[in-house]
């Protein structure tokens, strides 16, 4: 999932997979806006065949609140 | 088609190389949030051979940009604008309290929104006359009456649906401006998978990811017809793409086809075909059978939809595919990149993909039959901006030219063949009835062309109005029919000499002296207007290298040459060149 995740984003805010580190956030991704950020939800929804609420599109503010939600939702590792 | 996800629609652009492609400028105004839309056309833009750079207005700053024309989102280099306006934000009251209004606050509404849609259309084309799509009024799924709704002229859908229509009539008034159906890409995949409640209260944007692809598609159904890269020719396969089961092997009585299920699916799919013949698009078949049999199908079986007369061409052998689909472009005189190509076999399918990589495939699975209409309607590739008289008649045209091509077969030398058409031409000068058929053939004419430039009707519009340009166009007729308007010719008038600015032919008709014809009358116009010399510029394109020398072998000299484009003239104090003498009774309008 962790992989998957990264591949995701590093697609979304064009930039190596290298880049998109354990501790990625806005604060470290410089394109990671919150218009950028819906192309992310987007993109994360449908790579996983799931669907957050409202509240947790807000949350997943870096990578590792990502993989939680997406546990929260569902996704097994 | 959707078989790529929005990461991998993302991927394929930033894996892209962009800078081979010619950009396409795609200008936003919109009182929504529409950015996640961009990896899509993009993507599209892409797959047509464009590198779509896209500029977004502010959020809800239409008005300040289409009459302010405030932050340069309009310029000299936008060649796509997009408008898109979602009531919620235009008039709360009509999208969300309209219970509470009066009739005629209703009315005052309208009229306020009529005037504002007037605005900006009028604004934008003061800054552009870049194309110009324009999303109309999504419907509401629960209108504000509820049932009654629907059933009175003062609900909430029926004063959504006149503002549709008043868009649809000013947009009608203007040239190079279409309008989106957004109800439509709704009704295709249901309203609940089109809207996403979540971001439209995050972030005031509306579309869910479903929406995005379905919009973009449409968008790009437009601009694939603008750019003239929509396609000409259908390639059908027989077995399970007409009908169901083998002939060779189920025979002429055991295939599938008839009223009931299974058939009828397929004779719904050749309705569907026979639909796009009636506007234009030309059929052929390829099929790996005996001929013998599918002939016997074609004229015999009752329940064919599709005749032998509506097919151009058969290619019905055991030859391999790739090969077969060449011969038709061939025959036909179309370009590979403009054939769609249909089968049930991956095979098959795959062959094509791999050996003629300019011709699109689609790959028809038999145990979907019940989808093939689906899947041809969706496609989109046939989609053209105007339906002309001349579109309606191309397949009998294009029928025509197989038989011209028999009787080719059996003439010894060609002027007796060309004599024996007895061809006749028709110039004259663009009118209202012709600058339609104009404006199309300077959009899709890639082979015979000699500069290439593309105009919209209004241009054309301009160039006949004005004193400084004069448009022409020949129309062809002969003994097996009926051309239409075959070529198109623009000249720019100077101090002495007149330019030729676009000298264009349809593929269809090219190599048998029209063209001689044609440009003799340019020249002759030229001389009747005192002109000292007449100029023609040959720039290279991609497609047009069989034009390269057509200046230089009608006697015109060189007079400069920059990369690409060289510049010719043709001193009129000279002979002009000989109009081929097999062409009789020519009707010259000048």
Not at chain 2, 107 to 113: A, D, G, P, Q
Not at chain 2, 213 to 227: G, L, P, Q, T
Not at chain 2, 323 to 339: E, V
Request: proline share 3%; with cysteine; net charge negative.
């Amino acid at each position: 999932m962790k992989e998957k995740v990264k591949k995701v984003m590093s697609n979304i805010f064009q930039v190596p997979i290298k880049d998109i580190t354990d501790d990625a956030s806005p604060d470290t991704i410089t394109g990671w806006d919150s218009l950028k950020h819906m192309n992310l939800v987007l993109a994360l929804e449908e790579e996983f065949g799931v669907q957050f609420s409202d509240a947790q599109i807000l949350e997943l503010l870096n990578f590792q609140l990502i993989l939680l939600t997406l546990k929260e939702v569902g996704v097994r590792e | 088609m959707a078989t790529l996800s929005y990461s991998e629609v993302q991927e394929f652009v930033n894996n892209s190389h962009l800078e081979q492609y010619p950009k396409l400028n795609i200008s936003i105004l919109r009182n929504i949030v529409v950015e996640t839309i961009e990896p899509y056309w993009r993507y599209f833009a892409i797959k047509m051979g464009f590198n779509a750079q896209v500029k977004f207005g502010e959020y809800d700053n239409v008005f300040q940009e289409a009459v302010g024309g405030m932050g340069n989102v309009l310029n000299k280099d936008t060649d796509v604008v997009m408008v898109f306006l979602k009531m919620d934000t235009i008039s709360y009251d009509l999208a969300n309290n309209y219970t509470a209004l009066s009739v005629e606050q209703v009315h005052l509404e309208v009229k306020r929104i009529k005037e504002y849609i007037a605005a900006v259309l009028a604004g934008i084309r003061r800054q552009t006359d870049a194309f110009l799509l324009w999303h109309c009024f999504d419907l509401p799924t629960y209108p504000a009456y509820g049932i009654w709704d629907s059933q009175t002229s003062d609900g909430q859908l029926e004063t959504l649906r006149e503002l549709n229509r008043f868009l649809l009539s000013i947009i009608g008034s203007h040239t190079n401006t279409y309008c989106v159906d957004l109800n439509l890409c709704i009704a295709r995949i249901g309203a609940n998978n089109f809207f996403d409640p979540r971001y439209w209260h995050i972030g005031r944007a509306p579309f869910a990811s479903a929406a995005l692809y379905e919009i973009a598609s449409e968008n790009f159904k437009f601009i694939r017809a603008r750019k003239g890269k929509n396609k000409k020719c259908i390639v059908l396969d027989c077995d399970n793409i007409l009908w169901g089961g083998i002939v060779g092997e189920d025979g002429f009585a055991g295939v599938k086809l008839g009223k009931t299920y299974p058939g009828s699916a397929y004779c719904e799919f050749q309705q569907e075909v026979l639909n796009l013949y009636h506007r234009g698009v030309i059929i052929a078949i390829c099929s790996k059978n005996n001929e013998d049999d599918v002939m016997e199908i074609f004229r015999n079986h009752p329940d064919m939809v599709l005749k032998e007369k509506h097919i151009t061409n058969f290619k019905v052998n055991w030859q391999d595919k790739a090969t077969n689909i060449r011969q038709i472009a061939k025959d036909l005189n179309i370009g590979l990149d403009s054939m769609v190509f249909f089968d049930d076999s991956e095979f098959e399918a795959n062959l094509v993909r791999e050996i003629v990589p300019e011709v699109e495939v689609i790959h028809m699975p038999p145990q979907k039959a019940v989808e093939y209409r689906n899947m041809l309607a969706s496609c989109g590739f046939f989609d053209t901006l105007t339906i002309t008289a001349e579109d309606k008649k191309r397949g009998l045209m294009y029928k025509a030219e197989v038989a011209r091509k028999d009787l080719q077969k059996q003439s010894i030398d060609i002027q007796s063949y060309y004599k024996s058409l007895e061809m006749k031409l028709e110039i004259c000068y663009a009118d209202t009835f012709s600058i339609p058929r104009i404006a199309q053939l300077t959009q899709k004419t890639n082979q015979f062309n000699l500069t290439s430039v593309r105009y919209s009707e209004s241009d054309i519009n301009r160039l006949a109005d004005s004193d400084d340009s004069d448009v022409m166009y020949v129309k062809l007729e002969d003994r097996f029919g009926d051309y239409g308007i075959v070529g198109v010719a623009i000249l720019k008038h100077f101090a002495d000499f007149f330019e030729i600015d676009t000298f264009l032919l349809s593929c269809r008709v090219t190599g048998r002296g029209v063209e001689d014809a044609f440009l003799v009358e340019c020249m002759k116009l030229s001389g009747k207007r005192n002109k000292r010399a007449v100029r023609g510029r040959y720039i290279k394109s991609k497609k047009n290298q069989q034009v390269a020398d057509f200046y230089k072998a009608h006697g015109f000299e060189v007079l400069e040459v920059k990369s690409d484009d060289t510049l010719y003239q043709f001193d009129l104090s000279k002979p002009y060149p000989d109009c081929p003498w097999y062409f009789k009774d020519n009707n010259v309008r000048l």
